[in-house]
């Protein structure tokens, strides 16, 4: 069974720049939350993909935006980037829209916008 | 908003207990609680939930108040592994979309010393 993975770990952009993140999720997984980390804040709910739509968002503006592929894996697009955006972004992984007990996290992108 | 509340950090000593309070005084009776941690840079870990019987797994238990108003989480033998920011979370099970999501708040921070 393998874990959630993303990539890239890094990134740095210019503010107004557009970004992709990517995000496996966890074998027999088929939801896909996204979260965004600011420093020394707990997690912040983006979205959450599941069957490949979107199935929920938090309290972002639509330039944050999404995508999610047959096999489950997901994709966060961020447009025009800002200084704010600077922060770890989060993907989890689970099953049935989110309704199952754990979500299992991958270990982030760290997003740097200068 | 966070519908926990969390003291800022605390410290133990390796190889003792480590007991981290959580209050949660306006759960309902369909959410449960769950604990999450995040060692620095990494994403956030599942360590356990319940919802009113006290649970044990290989990482922990956790002990909910009969009000279900409070609850703890134990490490019985606390590693310098076990430094981590450790989230106190309350959610329903079985939502799904944007209110299966996890609500964090800052959680705590515990440092094992030697």
């Known amino acids: 069974e393998t874990g959630v993975t993303q990539s890239p770990t890094h990134l740095i952009k210019t503010r107004g720049q557009q970004v992709t993140l990517r995000c496996s999720s966890q074998?027999?997984?088929?939801?896909v939350s996204w979260y965004q980390q600011a420093l020394g804040q707990g997690p912040q709910f983006i979205f959450q993909?599941?069957?490949?739509?979107e199935n929920g968002r938090g309290n972002f503006p639509p330039r944050f935006s999404g995508l999610q592929f047959p096999n489950y894996s997901s994709e966060l697009n961020v447009n025009a980037l800002e200084l704010d955006d600077s922060a770890l972004y989060l993907c989890?992984?689970?099953w049935g829209g989110g309704g199952s007990y754990e979500q299992y996290f991958g270990p982030g992108t760290r997003l740097t916008v200068t | 908003d966070a519908k926990t509340t969390q003291p800022t950090s605390m410290d133990c000593a390796e190889g003792r207990a480590a007991n981290l309070p959580c209050n949660h005084s306006?759960?309902?009776?369909?959410?449960?609680v769950y604990w999450y941690r995040q060692i620095h840079s990494q994403g956030p870990q599942y360590i356990i939930h319940?919802?009113?019987n006290n649970e044990t797994n290989e990482m922990a238990s956790l002990i909910i108040t009969e009000d279900r108003k409070s609850s703890t989480l134990i490490l019985p033998h606390a590693t310098l592994r076990d430094t981590a920011v450790y989230y106190c979370?309350?959610?329903?099970?079985?939502?799904?979309?944007?209110?299966?999501?996890?609500?964090f708040g800052k959680g705590i921070t515990l440092s094992v010393r030697p």
């Open positions: 989890a992984s689970s």
């Open positions: 306006t759960i309902s009776g369909n959410e449960y």
């Open positions: 074998s027999g997984h088929n939801t």
């Open positions: 979370i309350v959610r329903a099970r079985g939502t799904t979309g944007a209110n299966s999501k996890l609500t």
């Open positions: 319940g919802l009113k």
């Open positions: 993909y599941y069957r490949e739509e």
